[in-house]
T-cell receptor
Framework: DGGITQSPKYLFRKEGQNVTLSCEQNLNHDAMYWYRQDPGQGLRLIYYSQIVNDFQKGDIAEGYSVSREKKESFPLTVTSAQKNPTAFYLC?????????????????FGPGTRLTVL | RKEVEQDPGPFNVPEGATVAFNCTYSNSASQSFFWYRQDCRKEPKLLMSVYSSGNEDGRFTAQLNRASQYISLLIRDSKLSDSATYLCALYNFNKFYFGSGTKLNVKP
């Protein structure tokens, strides 16, 4: 069963704590992405990775960190420096640009993690 | 200026109605276009890609107008189950850009 999984589904964090959100895909996609969605808002890009051991900052990277040690995995750490971390976090993947059928294959999303800071 | 802009709605329509959403984009070099559907508190799911020649999938038709830099989604014979938020998206230089979504409410 191919797809993207994210865990946990719900996460509660105390102020000052770092937390790590998991994202795993078995679609053999090269590119992976992290977005944040606030209520009634669109998706904002946090970080993305086109290939293993390489990643770039998105529009709102401050207070977040990522790693890409394996093709299948792209974990996101929400650090204590992130001032307003309560949000819905979505991980996505796609084929690497130029390698898919069109300019890029479609982006597919995991089910998301809802993070709440207590 | 945002890469992608959408009317947030909500669009309130009766069952059986035809409804259309537009989405404008600012970068004429944008390469690929998509419509996603997002249900409340769920992840976006791909509805359809948008091809230059336009494409249709059942009751859904997507169009791309490069000259005026917009894409559209037409839903015919609306069902109650079509109630959701519809996000347009485009791909440009290694990144996807999403509109903030248009909310559709289909009423009995």
């Amino acid at each position: 069963d191919g797809g993207i999984t994210q865990s946990p589904k719900y996460l509660f964090r105390k102020e000052g704590q770092n937390v790590t959100l998991s994202c795993e895909q078995n679609l053999n996609h090269d590119a992976m992405y992290w977005y944040r969605q606030d209520p009634g808002q669109g998706l904002r890009l946090i970080y993305y990775s086109q290939i293993v051991n390489d990643f770039q900052k998105g529009d709102i990277a401050e207070g977040y960190s990522v790693s890409r040690e394996k093709k299948e995995s792209f974990p996101l750490t929400v650090t204590s420096a992130q001032k307003n971390p309560t949000a819905f976090y979505l991980c996505a993947s796609s084929t690497r640009p130029g390698t898919g059928t069109h300019f890029t294959d479609t982006q597919y999303f995991g089910p998301g993690t809802r993070l709440t800071v207590l | 200026r945002k890469e992608v802009e959408q009317d947030p709605g909500p669009f309130n329509v009766p069952e059986g109605a035809t409804v259309a959403f537009n989405c404008t984009y600012s970068n004429s070099a944008s390469q690929s276009f998509f419509w996603y559907r997002q249900d409340c508190r769920k992840e976006p799911k791909l509805l359809m890609s948008v091809y230059s020649s336009g494409n249709e999938d059942g009751r859904f038709t997507a169009q791309l107008n490069r000259a005026s830099q917009y894409i559209s989604l037409l839903i015919r014979d609306s069902k109650l189950s079509d109630s959701a938020t519809y996000l347009c998206a485009l791909y440009n230089f290694n990144k996807f850009y999403f509109g903030s979504g248009t909310k559709l409410n289909v009423k009995p």
